[in-house]
Nanobody, 124 residues
Framework: QVQLVESGGGLMQAGGSLRLSCAASGRTFRNYAMCWFRQAPGKEREFVASISASAGNTYYEDSVKGRFTISRDNAKNTVYLQMNSLKPEDTAVYYC?????????????????WGQGTQVTVSS
């Protein structure tokens, strides 16, 4: 069992930066691929970024490429999402998810554990 707790969300003006953190419980964090998803009001949850267990592979949704960076610190059981050049369309609840596999994935169904989410609001 893995428990995930996100933090770092908040209100930011367009063009600003935020760093989200997701702290995981359990000693097997290093074996899990991790991912960030987001859900905007009235929309379905969508993939943002994922990272393999070893951090050797990362994947990004097209609209965040070059602006967002996913990373992890296995010694701290934490995965991060650095968000730069924020846009109003980035406004959403951001969820951290863990997959019982070392290989990164982009599909929501492939992730087994989810956090409660953290709100990110970007004003224009």
């Amino acid at each position: 069992q893995v428990q995930l707790v996100e933090s770092g969300g908040g209100l930011m003006q367009a063009g600003g930066s935020l760093r989200l953190s997701c702290a995981a419980s359990g000693r097997t964090f290093r074996n899990y691929a991790m991912c960030w998803f987001r859900q905007a009001p009235g929309k379905e949850r969508e993939f943002v970024a994922s990272i393999s267990a070893s951090a050797g592979n990362t994947y990004y949704e097209d609209s965040v490429k070059g602006r967002f960076t996913i990373s992890r610190d296995n010694a701290k059981n934490t995965v991060y999402l650095q968000m730069n050049s924020l846009k109003p369309e980035d406004t959403a609840v951001y969820y951290c998810a863990a997959r019982s596999s070392a290989y990164a994935h982009t599909a929501e169904y492939s992730f087994d554990y989810w956090g409660q989410g953290t709100q990110v609001t970007v004003s224009s």
